[in-house]
């Protein structure tokens, strides 16, 4: 098999007569045909032509290329955004009656979809809780058909254990699909453990500089090909130009995502060892209560670092004033350092107890950690813990 960074860079969709060494751009709604036969064969689906771009398109095509190889996936398919990704993927899999087992401590807009939408039209959703990752099948019903999980977590940064997942979804029948966007494909791969379908926000590493939105999903063809029916429906295509950008972006994922995680490895021990904090949450700090199972499925630890400021909500929020280079932003994955207070921001409508039960304590701040020099960032975050 090709190597990860030689797929990133050496997969092209075809060259024009101009030569180009760059992939251009096909901003084209649709494409011709050369006569009657040629268009009654391309509708039947007895080509590889593309039709229309809402049902794929060659820039689209190329970036989904490329994170089928790195996932070690079937088949793939291309979205606006990564919410569009999680929803046309889990909603042409299931019918009314049917259950969804989550961890958790999942991405907002997911957990509205599961708690909100979902069960207008008869889909519910239980939780599990990641110290509960032995214990999962007592949830299981005859109605479960999706196990669904992210790890590492958002904001509570756990890591749920890839292996279980992959033997309790093979031994129920369950579709195990995993949102692998806080790791990407260089640091750790779903599909080894049994994943059949893995997920991406590409707005964050993928893009990675805070430019465009994306999503995508990739894995078993079989099921790929059911979204890729509903979404040729429902229209949640990715533009040619954000996959043209985002395509880019996978020549240079692996240098990055090795960066950002060196980074962030810096500011999680020079936080550990800051006397104003009082836990810090990195998949590769050996003080992670997950941390053998980050080392078996995780390359590196990823750029996520979250930690308890001394002092509570108002430590937090005074933490966020003080910070001088960082930048206060809802993306995460940027080139650019970014920190959060999800106490008084994203989960500010949670009672105290409803924040405790996803990991969200009253200091927590959650740390994207960018590429700028490192001795820059731990200064930043030490003049603002002791402000
Ligand atoms: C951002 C994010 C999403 C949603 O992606 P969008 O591109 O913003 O729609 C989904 N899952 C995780 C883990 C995310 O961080």
Not at 15 to 30: A, G, I, K, N
Not at 107 to 126: A, R
Not at 220 to 233: G, K, P, Q
Request: proline share 4%.
């Amino acid at each position: 098999m090709e190597n990860f960074e030689t797929g990133a860079i050496r997969t092209q969709t075809e060259r024009t007569h101009y030569d180009e060494h760059s992939t251009p751009l096909f901003l084209t709604s649709s494409f011709v045909f050369q006569d009657a036969e040629d268009m009654r064969a391309s509708f039947a689906g007895e080509t590889n032509k593309n039709l229309y771009s809402r049902f794929s398109n060659p820039n689209v095509n190329e970036f989904t290329d490329k994170i089928v190889k790195m996932e070690g996936a079937e088949a793939g398919y291309s979205f606006a955004t990564g919410m569009a990704a999680i929803f046309s993927t889990i909603a042409p899999l299931v019918e009314s009656g049917d259950h969804i087992l989550s961890c958790q401590s999942i991405f907002g807009s997911t957990h509205t979809l599961f708690k909100k939408y979902f069960p207008k039209w008869g889909i519910e959703t239980t939780y599990f809780k990641a110290e509960e990752i032995n214990e999962i099948e007592k949830y299981i019903t005859p109605k479960t058909k999706i196990l669904y999980a992210e790890t590492p977590t958002n904001p509570a940064i756990e890591v749920i254990d890839l292996e279980i997942l992959g033997k309790v979804a093979k031994k129920h029948n369950l579709i195990l699909i995993v949102d692998n966007c806080f790791a990407t494909p260089y640091i750790q791969k779903p599909i080894d453990f049994g994943a059949d379908l893995v997920v991406h926000s590409a707005t964050k590493l993928i893009d990675g500089q805070g430019r465009v939105l994306g999503g995508v999903v990739v894995g078993r063809a079989d099921l790929v090909h059911e979204i890729f029916l509903f979404s040729r429906n429902t229209g949640p295509a990715m533009s040619p130009f954000n996959a043209w950008v985002l395509s880019k972006s996978l020549e240079t994922l692996a240098v990055r995502v090795e960066k950002h995680c060196e980074n962030a490895l810096k500011v999680a021990e020079f936080l550990e060892a800051h006397p104003q904090v009082s836990l810090v949450k990195y998949p590769f700090l050996k003080s992670h209560p997950n941390y053998e199972v980050a080392k078996k499925q995780m390359k590196l630890g990823g750029n996520i670092v979250a930690f308890e400021v001394k002092g509570g909500i108002e430590a937090g929020r005074k933490f966020l004033n003080n910070v001088k280079m960082c930048s206060l932003s809802a993306n995460l994955g940027d080139t650019r350092t970014i920190v959060t207070h999800p106490a008084s921001t994203t989960h500010s409508k949670l009672s105290d107890e409803e924040r405790l039960e996803v990991g969200i304590t009253p200091g927590l701040v959650r740390c994207s950690v960018g590429l700028e020099n490192v001795e820059d960032i731990i200064s930043d975050l030490k003049q603002a813990l002791e402000a």
